[in-house]
């Protein structure tokens, strides 16, 4: 195969991605939110590069043909963005996993150098500040030291003005919800150039208590 | 260093975990759902084996001594179930993840052999239904095949008796809340014998509205 000319389908480029909302009424939140996305992006028509289906613990995001990096942040901003404008400050997470490459789909065979590079990913500021748990995991098979393209990649998120700090398994990201999905999801991206199979968690709280009464308390 | 005399700790061994009640009262459900969990392990004691501490996005439970994975799965099952207890029925996730090993952990420099094996998880039936989005991620460096501990571990938990089928980026994982941690923390820990760093990540559901109206269905 040349890689270059592989579609993200091909490739295997997608997400999975899960909102939970504090809330009683965590039904009525999370449908709006996924009908309000589906009309923003225009997802109803068959054309576009998405392929969506909802599981009982996550929605599988598929990218199909297009810009994939753009199109799954553009997905995870405006869904979040939407569920928490319906959630009306109560507190939300969500969690999401973004994948490229193995098991079963051809980036497996690639070398780097094959695999085509994805655009920046570009969002409007969303005015929502969130805090995220960041982890990377570039699965290379050749013997390439694992730990050298996260130490990059957090280097590169503290450039990009977000605020990065170290726990315990998971790098803490502070910022603009669009900022931070962009950096992130670029982040992941940009591993996917070198290493054929890479995947990325990322936990992002709103509105959380915690965050709420350090502000008060500043 | 001879990694079979290292400590957890010395190897880096634990978890962050957050649980999720979908439900206006989500604080008083984690307060006393961490509460329970204190009371019920006997964490207050200085004693103990674990590390705790609490972050705006999840929390981190680190193994100093003792029976690693048999106490991380302890702490998730009592805490997912004092929560489920309290939450009364409503919809209920956890995501946990697990970690052993790099960066900056002793295990980052063991090899193979090196490493001290993990007892078998043992846990009393829960008498929860959960369902799991498991991943699990084995960060080699010596260009080990990283997809042949993930496809054995898919098998052994087939084996255990839980249903398993697989979607896009993760593997479903559905039975009883204890049977469910057990399989899939042993699965984590086998892998850690024979990978340094090691990581796996579980999307856990209870009570979900997809998951009574299939029941509702049959």
Not at 127 to 145: E, F, I, K
Not at 191 to 205: D, E, F, K, T
Request: hydrophobic share 40%.
């Amino acid at each position: 195969v040349s890689g270059q000319t592989l579609s993200p389908e091909e490739i295997g480029i997608g997400m999975r991605i899960s909102i939970h909302p504090h809330a009683d009424d965590f039904e009525r939140i999370i449908l709006r939110a996924i009908k309000e996305t589906n009309r923003a992006l225009n997802l109803d028509d068959p054309g576009m590069g998405l392929e969506i289906s909802t599981g009982e613990v996550s929605t599988y995001v598929g990218v199909k043909s297009g810009d994939a990096a753009q199109q799954l942040a553009a997905y995870a901003a405006t869904l979040i963005h939407a569920a928490s404008m319906e959630a009306d400050g109560q507190h939300l997470t969500s969690h999401i996993l973004l994948s490229r490459g193995c098991p079963g789909e051809a980036a497996c065979e690639l070398a780097p150098g094959d695999i085509p590079a994805d655009k920046p990913v570009f969002l409007a500021r969303s005015g929502l500040d969130v805090t995220a748990a960041w982890s990377l995991y570039p699965m290379a098979d050749n013997g390439a030291p694992h730990m050298e393209p996260i130490m990059a990649a957090i280097e590169e998120a503290k450039d990009a003005g977000l605020t990065v700090t170290s726990e315990h398994y998971a790098t803490i990201v502070r910022g603009d919800l669009s900022n931070v999905l962009a950096v992130l999801v670029d982040a992941w991206a940009k591993v996917g150039q070198y290493v054929p199979h890479v995947v990325s968690h990322l936990s992002l709280s709103l509105n959380s208590p915690s965050a709420k009464r350090a502000g008060d308390a500043t």
